[in-house]
Structure formats: C-alpha cells, structure tokens
C-alpha cells in the first residue's frame, strides 16, 4: 500500500506545485490585463480584449498541447519541460480570467468614488489604491474564489501532455487492476477544496468591512 500512496502524494505535489505557481503569476497579470482592456487606448484595449476572447473561447486542454508543441513545430525550438508549458498556459489562462472580473469590480465601484477622492485633492493612484481598490477585492472575492477552486480541480488536465500529476498516477494503477487509488485522488481534491473554501469564506467575511 505505501508505494500507491506515496506516488498519490508525489503526484498532488505537482498539482499543488501548478496551483500555487499560476495563481501567483496569473493574480497580478490578469490585472494588468485588465487595465489593457480598459485603456482609453484602442489599438491596446482591442489587441487585450481580442486576447482574452481567445484563451476564453478554447479549451485549456488545446492551449497545454498548443504551448508545448507550437514552439518546436513552428520555430524549431523545442519546449525542453512540459512543466514549464504546464505553467505558461495555466497562467494565460487564469490571467484572462482573472482580468475580467477585475474589470467587472472596477467597473462596479460608483463614479462618486473617483470624485470624492478628487475633491479631497488625491491623485489617480491615490484614488485607485487607497479607495476604490479595496471596495473592487470586496467585489471580486466570491467569483476570485469560484475561479480559484477550479483551477485547484484544472491542474488536472496537466496529465494531457505527460505530467505524472495526481490523477495520472492513479490511472497506472487502475490499469494494474486497482481501483481505490482512483477514488483516494477524489479525496485528495475534496479535503484540499474543502480548506479552499474554508479560506474563501474567510476572506468574505474579513472584507465584509468595505460592503459599499
């Protein structure tokens, strides 16, 4: 039993290696994203939004094939670790994502907002960082969570370009005639999604104070 379950654990560990990776990277550029797709600036805020409208329209499936194929096939450079393509296209996915909801809690913040802090003679950063931000992360915290959730159950679909994720793994037993670490994967995903929301709920409640 040790050998299941201890190729089960190293392979959550990958699962957890990706999460932790893409929600650091795609947090800030989904951000950046968003300030593309809002830019006054139409040459930028069309190239943005016709980016996001991409990597929400396809398959997250087809961009891991697409990410660690298209650079040997089109430039002859060669992905040299499928990890590495894992990452870049879990973090321009989730980024698209991610910016969206920003762009839907900017959006959502009163334009009253913007000129209080206008009145009170603050600068445009000052207004975003010290007034509007904190009323957006109020805003985004529930859907930020939704996401988050799916992409702890997503990292997945790393197995689909040979990454011995956690459900791969189980899958090598599963044919060896074992049945039981296919279902131990399950409650690998539910006890870890489970303090996912734990923490969701939290966060709620800590941002409740700024409830406009």
């Not at 996912?196 to 406009?212: A, Q």
């Amino acid at each position: 039993m040790s050998g299941p379950i201890q190729a089960l654990c190293e392979g959550f560990l990958l699962n957890l290696e990706l999460f932790v990776i893409t929600l650091l990277l795609a947090i800030p550029l989904g951000l950046v994203i968003a300030f593309g797709s809002m830019s006054r600036f139409l040459p930028l805020k069309w190239l943005t939004k016709t980016f996001v409208w991409i990597i929400r329209g396809t398959p997250l499936m087809l961009q891991l094939m697409v990410v660690l194929y298209a650079p040997g096939l089109i430039w002859e450079i060669p992905m040299t670790s499928r990890f590495v393509a894992a990452v870049i296209a879990f973090v321009v996915n989730y980024a698209a994502y991610f910016s969206e909801i920003y762009r839907g809690g900017i959006a959502s913040v009163p334009k009253g907002q913007y000129e209080a802090g206008q009145v009170l003679g603050m600068t445009k950063p000052q207004i975003f960082f010290k007034v509007v931000l904190k009323q957006v992360i109020r805003t985004i915290t529930p859907p930020m969570g939704n996401e988050i959730i799916t992409l702890a159950k997503d990292t997945a679909l790393a197995r689909v370009i040979g990454i011995m994720e956690i459900l791969m793994r189980a899958e090598t037993f599963t044919k060896q005639g074992l049945i039981w670490p296919l279902f131990s994967t399950g409650i690998y995903f539910l006890a870890f999604n489970g303090i996912l929301t734990l923490l969701c709920g939290w966060m709620e409640k800590k941002m409740d104070y700024y409830r406009v």
